[in-house]
């Protein structure tokens, strides 16, 4: 499976909507993190059957296309292996980390205000600590609110798979997605996810692998794109995404007892979103076939004002996300001892927003690795300038 290294190319350009929807998406997740949020009533999930998740995880497979997918075509599918075990190396960790870090964070909280965090967010691991530990470091037992990093683990180790069955015929890769999310839906094919009841994994990563694997194809041209803009396109995608609308806002099915029935039969709430359904997925394209055509004439104009900020925060994504779950956690918190006021509230939500673009631009700052390069240039003390002048003044004389 070694492939001869092709004659150096140009740098790929960075394509900027990328940084900006991944951006979006970190403030999404924060908002959706923070529990009793009543901004949460008005992210994007409430007025359709996708959510931030699918946007996220989409991201995910078309960065991890521009990421990775150059170094199986030039430097072969061993060396691209291993570029993607070591990226497997570092979220791990960074999952292990983020859970011990929330621990510490709820015993903080515990021990300073009283709040009972940590037997809210971790009773098991207070009521069965050693089967916790383990579940905790072997993905058996996923914690609320954290399950996205470990389904992003599996789906990455996917990839080379993938890119062996490219090899062997350009349609296998396609048909491992298809097999895979067929078998979620008619075997109830999972993975463990709770010791204790025998329930799978929340977010269902032999399900989620299809959106995973859609941006990730079309990131290595696998799969080809409609052109945006096209009258017959925007029509279809608008009336479907339109329609979605009375069946996902909660202000219309509040009113409208036989669209909560209705949705449920399309949508069951026990499957829709563990298992990704296909309506979900087909909602997400339409959304992104319409937002991408609407962006398309100010395409270059993305990183200036607000855009150049959530391009930022879309450039440290895991950077970002992690600090997205632990600011989650302290608004929370915070919100509560404020009694949820909605001033309060609106102010914590614009903190979490101010303090991961904060993070971004500090996690970036130290990936420019401003030490590396050349020291600057000297400057001369005034005394110097002075001696040096005199000693000019004596050579012209």
């Given at each position: 499976?070694?492939?001869?290294?092709?004659?150096?190319?140009?740098?790929?350009?960075?394509?900027?909507?990328?940084?900006?929807?991944?951006?979006?998406?970190?403030?999404?997740?924060?908002?959706?993190?923070?529990?009793?949020?009543?901004?949460?009533?008005?992210?994007?999930?409430?007025?359709?059957?996708?959510?931030?998740?699918?946007?996220?995880?989409?991201?995910?497979?078309?960065?991890?296309?521009?990421?990775?997918?150059?170094?199986?075509?030039?430097?072969?599918?061993?060396?691209?292996?291993?570029?993607?075990?070591?990226?497997?190396?570092?979220?791990?960790?960074?999952?292990?980390?983020?859970?011990?870090?929330?621990?510490?964070?709820?015993?903080?909280?515990?021990?300073?205000?009283?709040?009972?965090?940590?037997?809210?967010?971790?009773?098991?691991?207070m009521t069965d600590p050693e089967r916790a530990l383990l579940g905790l470091v072997t993905l058996t037992w996923q914690p609320d609110y954290l399950d996205i990093?470990?389904?992003?683990?599996?789906?990455?180790?996917?990839?080379?798979?993938?890119?062996?069955?490219?090899?062997?015929?350009?349609?296998?890769?396609?048909?491992?997605?298809?097999?895979?999310?067929?078998?979620?839906?008619?075997?109830?094919?999972?993975?463990?996810?709770?010791?204790?009841?025998?329930?799978?994994?929340?977010?269902?990563?032999?399900?989620?692998?299809?959106?995973?694997?859609?941006?990730?194809?079309?990131?290595?041209?696998?799969?080809?794109?409609?052109?945006?803009?096209?009258?017959?396109?925007?029509?279809?995608?608008?009336?479907?995404?339109?329609?979605?609308?009375?069946?996902?806002?909660?202000?219309?099915?509040?009113?409208?007892?036989?669209?909560?029935?209705?949705?449920?039969?399309?949508?069951?709430?026990?499957?829709?979103?563990?298992?990704?359904?296909?309506?979900?997925?087909?909602?997400?394209?339409?959304?992104?076939?319409?937002?991408?055509?609407?962006?398309?004439?100010?395409?270059?104009?993305?990183?200036?004002?607000?855009?150049?900020?959530?391009?930022?925060?879309?450039?440290?994504?895991?950077?970002?996300?992690?600090a997205s779950i632990v600011l989650a956690r302290l608004a929370w918190t915070a919100s509560e001892i404020a009694g949820h006021d909605g001033l309060a509230v609106?102010?914590?939500?614009?903190?979490?927003?101010?303090?991961?673009?904060?993070?971004?631009?500090?996690?970036?700052?130290?990936?420019?690795?401003?030490?590396?390069?050349?020291?600057?240039?000297?400057?001369?003390?005034?005394?110097?300038?002075?001696?040096?002048?005199?000693?000019?003044?004596?050579?012209?004389?």
């Amino acid at each position: 499976m070694a492939a001869p290294a092709p004659a150096p190319t140009s740098k790929r350009p960075r394509d900027e909507r990328l940084d900006l929807f991944r951006g979006i998406t970190m403030l999404i997740i924060f908002v959706a993190h923070v529990p009793a949020n009543s901004w949460n009533a008005w992210i994007p999930a409430r007025f359709g059957f996708s959510s931030g998740a699918e946007l996220f995880v989409f991201c995910s497979g078309f960065a991890s296309a521009l990421a990775f997918g150059a170094t199986f075509v030039r430097r072969g599918w061993w060396l691209g292996t291993a570029r993607i075990l070591q990226r497997l190396w570092q979220v791990y960790w960074a999952h292990v980390g983020l859970v011990v870090a929330l621990v510490a964070l709820a015993t903080l909280l515990d021990t300073l205000v009283g709040s009972a965090e940590l037997g809210r967010q971790f009773a098991p691991l207070m009521t069965d600590p050693e089967r916790a530990l383990l579940g905790l470091v072997t993905l058996t037992w996923q914690p609320d609110y954290l399950d996205i990093l470990p389904m992003y683990l599996v789906i990455l180790a996917l990839i080379p798979l993938a890119i062996a069955l490219r090899r062997l015929h350009p349609w296998l890769p396609f048909l491992m997605v298809a097999l895979l999310y067929a078998l979620v839906w008619t075997e109830g094919l999972n993975l463990p996810g709770n010791p204790w009841n025998g329930a799978g994994w929340f977010l269902n990563p032999f399900a989620w692998q299809a959106i995973f694997f859609i941006g990730f194809f079309i990131a290595m041209k696998w799969l080809p794109v409609p052109p945006l803009r096209r009258p017959g396109l925007l029509l279809a995608a608008a009336v479907f995404v339109i329609l979605s609308v009375p069946f996902s806002f909660w202000g219309i099915l509040e009113h409208w007892p036989a669209g909560r029935e209705l949705r449920e039969l399309l949508l069951p709430a026990a499957s829709e979103k563990s298992n990704l359904h296909p309506l979900r997925i087909l909602h997400f394209l339409a959304l992104a076939y319409l937002v991408l055509s609407a962006i398309e004439p100010v395409r270059d104009r993305l990183d200036a004002g607000l855009g150049h900020l959530l391009i930022l925060i879309g450039r440290q994504s895991l950077a970002a996300f992690l600090a997205s779950i632990v600011l989650a956690r302290l608004a929370w918190t915070a919100s509560e001892i404020a009694g949820h006021d909605g001033l309060a509230v609106a102010l914590l939500n614009l903190a979490g927003f101010a303090a991961i673009l904060a993070v971004a631009c500090v996690v970036g700052w130290f990936k420019r690795a401003p030490w590396a390069g050349p020291p600057p240039a000297p400057r001369d003390t005034p005394a110097e300038t002075s001696t040096t002048a005199a000693s000019r003044l004596r050579e012209a004389s």
